[in-house]
């Protein structure tokens, strides 16, 4: 089925079948009866009886047999039968219709030009300026348009025309859409791609459908990072509990995690801190979902028997499963009854579902975002020195990605064997003695590796200043280990170092309990944000510049229904790390509302000291 019938059958069955006629001649009640008859056919899908009918209504009533014509090939139309419908709309005489029938017989003819493969007709039929279309009929027009652009060459105006599209799809519709517009975008090539990117302003609407085309096409490309203009939890007056705008809550939520081996400290962690917030005091009164826990196995196959189980079981939103392959299995089903926050992204090519939402701690994110740092404090040239671990890979490919797409340029590199302890080769390799005031040194490592590093730059004479990731900083504050790591900034997530307000302390927390400190201080973070994402995930959707002020960082969502994190920059003075002058902590941000109800059944409450 076309696109334009998978939005419009049932709206313009029940619209268009059942519309008044205007006519001289009042309609008998035999008229009216049998018209209502045939309507009620098309909307039970029995489409060629509806057209029988139409027809048969048209031979028995001359004065509106134009208009019942047309509902007649509309019928053979929505059951993809457009040559038996071709007779028939030869037929129709256009003067004769009135309301919206010219526009829907100048729609099917074009459909019909379509199947004909001449695409100019259609083109010139869908493209008339002088027409006012309803609403009801607008996806059909634009996909028609989009076809037909298609069909004559025209990838980047059908693709337009798609993205025009996506606001008023829902559902499969809107699924299938967004995956076309990005298919047309891919055809185009990586180099008109390019081209048509560089020339467009940062917040030209196009520019993440292109970066979706460039990914489908294995380019790495910048990361636009999120426009944060305003934070949700602005109160809104009136309201018996303390409801904030964008405020929606689930009666049920399922939070699918792993309970294998290899996976139980970190599923720990993300559920303490997912239940730490649900639990977190607060002065609202706002309704607050039953919460079920489910293990979702560490594979695909048990992660979707997961999601079955919580959507018979009532669930209205899943938030996980966590793993890639658990999350792919879960995005590639068919159908999601049921919307999910997906804790991590999934690999393949295709777009996350309408309903979807993914969140994840990516290194790619922190690497574009010290790239944005360095040219904001006029570093327009990195060398790159990264250990072999993935993490520190995926950094570094989308930095470079990102300070070449700034104007920068990548004037050395260097890799850090595991277990190697002397860096000297590697120093040397840079060949940054002779370096300019504008350049500066990138780093992804443990804090253990960068404490040898630094000690050993200086002794090479080598002063440039250093930025660094997240993964620097060992979890907890190490004042004498630290002091090694002197000057250097990095970007971590606020609630770490108590520079977000409006959440719980994090020295308070941590003295509690272990899984907020050390190793997954980060992944407890990242189970607070998971719950106080849940009710404003549409409103970050529909609310381009819409954030929330969250554990791991300013949390924005886009078209797609990616959750972008842009973290706070702090650096080691005295071997503690201190939140920056100027960085984006929001301290005046309104936090998240909250409250403390009771759990459902089987939900496990943070586990105590």
Known sequence: M??????????????????????????SPAEIAAAQSASNLANQGQYDRAAQAYLALAAQTPGRADHYNLLAAEAYGQENALDRAMPIVAGIHRDNLTDDDPLRLDLLRADIALQQHNAPLALQLTTSSNVTVPDSLQPRLLDLRAQAMADTGDLW??????????????????????????????????????????????????????????????ITVAQAQPNLEQAVGTLVPGSNASVREGYKMPARIALLLPNSDGLVAASSAIREGFFAAYFQASDTHAPRAAIRVYDSGGNAASAIKAYDQAVSDGAQLVVGPLTRPEVMGVLGQSSL??????????????????TTSEFALMPEDEGAQVADHMIDRGIHSAYVVITNDDFAKRSATAFKTEMQAKGGQIAGEAQIASGNVNYGDAINALNAGNAGADAGIFISMRAEQARLLLPQLRVARISL????????????????????LEGVEFCDAPWLFDAQAGLPSYQDIASQLPAARGATALLFAFGMDAWNLVPYLDWLRSHPGSYLPGATGQLAADTFGHVNRVLTWLKFQDGVAHPMTGSLQMDNAPAPSSSAPTPASGAPAPAGN
């Open 2 to 27: 076309r696109l334009c019938r998978l939005a419009a059958s049932g709206l313009l069955i029940s619209v268009a079948l059942s519309a008044c006629v205007s006519s001289m001649v009042p309609r």
């Open 465 to 484: 200043p250093v930025f660094a990731t997240s993964h620097i900083y060992g979890g907890t504050e190490n004042a004498a280990a630290d002091r090694d």
């Open 337 to 354: 009854p049921v919307p999910v926050l997906a804790l991590n992204h999934s690999e393949n090519k295709s777009l996350p579902a309408g």
């Open 157 to 218: 105006g059908a693709a337009r025309t798609r993205v025009q599209m996506d606001g008023i799809l829902q559902g499969p519709a809107r699924q299938k859409n967004r995956d076309e517009a990005i298919s047309l975008l891919a055809r185009l090539g990586v180099a008109p791609l390019k081209q048509r990117a560089a020339a467009m302003q940062s917040g030209d609407p196009m520019l993440p459908w292109i970066n979706e085309a460039f990914g489908r096409l294995g």
